[in-house]
């Protein structure tokens, strides 16, 4: 089908989606900045993933991050609008980042008119796919109003479940979210982690790493048909491929990607989960990216 693209998709550097994918999508990303061992580095554009994973491993730096400023989401709007009829800009949750309001200021300095901002309330790999499915809309032809609107049934149906080595990067962040009350438990419980209501909750509590990663497989399972699935991961490639290789006999599409500077700054390496929809909402096609197909 002939690309129809009369509306430019955005989206911040936490949604971790894979370079080659937002290429062939046409979706422009607006990174945030991390800062780790003193320096500050533009996620994804001037430190990769596997470099910063090595940086914190080998001098036990701490790691914070910034969002975009507003200007760079204005610049980045009127560039877009030059030969485009809209933006729609799809962004971290609002209660994890202040992104999303830079973003807004941004559209109100360069077109607001012109360009939809919307809180996805979601991070990391179910922003990815929700990313995919508007740009994969925008090539069929569709205006802002109507992306915004298909996308409602995908957002009410993903489902996102994952598991960290340590609540402490959550926590030291500040985005522990309804995590918090198992802080100090950790020894003796691994917990299943979702996102609800725009932020961290605790879903399940299990004994050992293990049954923890298997109940992240068997969350996933749960949802009918086939999936449009993304498996990410903060230095965790084994237990990424376990997951993705569950979940490939049911995957419509399959994305198994490191989880960025940002993301893993906050949810600490040997975080390991995956973001899931219904095929049926929205089929994506998609298999490109994954590590399972060199293997």
Not at 119 to 148: H, K, N
Not at 224 to 246: D, K, M, N, S, Y
Request: one cysteine or more; a negative charge.
């Amino acid at each position: 089908m002939a690309d129809r693209r009369r509306v430019a998709v955005v989206t911040d550097s936490t949604s971790d989606l894979p370079p080659d994918l937002a290429s062939q999508g046409q979706v422009t990303t607006v990174p945030l900045t991390v800062t780790v061992g003193g320096r500050s580095y533009l996620d994804g554009v001037e430190i990769t993933a596997d470099a910063f994973y090595a940086q914190l491993a080998n001098e036990g730096a701490t790691a914070s991050t910034s969002q975009p400023a507003p200007g760079r989401f204005a610049e980045t709007y009127s560039r877009l609008l030059a030969d485009h009829d809209e933006v729609v800009s799809l962004h971290i949750s609002s209660k994890m980042s202040g992104t999303y309001a830079a973003a807004v200021v941004g559209a109100e300095l360069a077109d607001k008119d012109r360009v939809r901002v919307v809180d996805t309330g979601l991070v990391s790999m179910p922003l990815a796919l929700v990313v995919l499915a508007a740009s994969a809309m925008a090539a069929e032809g569709d205006g802002a109003e109507r992306i915004v609107e298909r996308l409602g049934p995908v957002q009410e149906g993903m489902r996102v479940y994952f598991m960290v080595a340590t609540l402490e990067h959550l926590r030291r962040g500040g985005r522990i979210g309804r995590a918090s009350a198992l802080v100090g438990s950790m020894l003796q419980v691994k917990p299943v982690l979702t996102i609800a209501d725009g932020q961290v909750a605790p879903l399940e509590r299990v004994r050992t790493h293990e049954r923890a990663l298997t109940r992240v497989i068997e969350l996933a399972n749960e949802l009918p048909g086939q999936l449009c699935a993304f498996v990410g991961h903060a230095a965790a490639e084994e237990a990424a491929i376990r997951i993705g290789e569950a979940l490939e006999p049911r995957a419509e599409t399959l994305i198994v990607w490191p989880l960025g500077p940002v993301v893993g700054a906050h949810a600490g390496p040997g975080t390991v989960g995956v973001g899931c929809y219904p095929a049926d909402l929205f089929p994506l096609g998609i298999r490109a990216a994954s590590i399972l197909a060199t293997r």
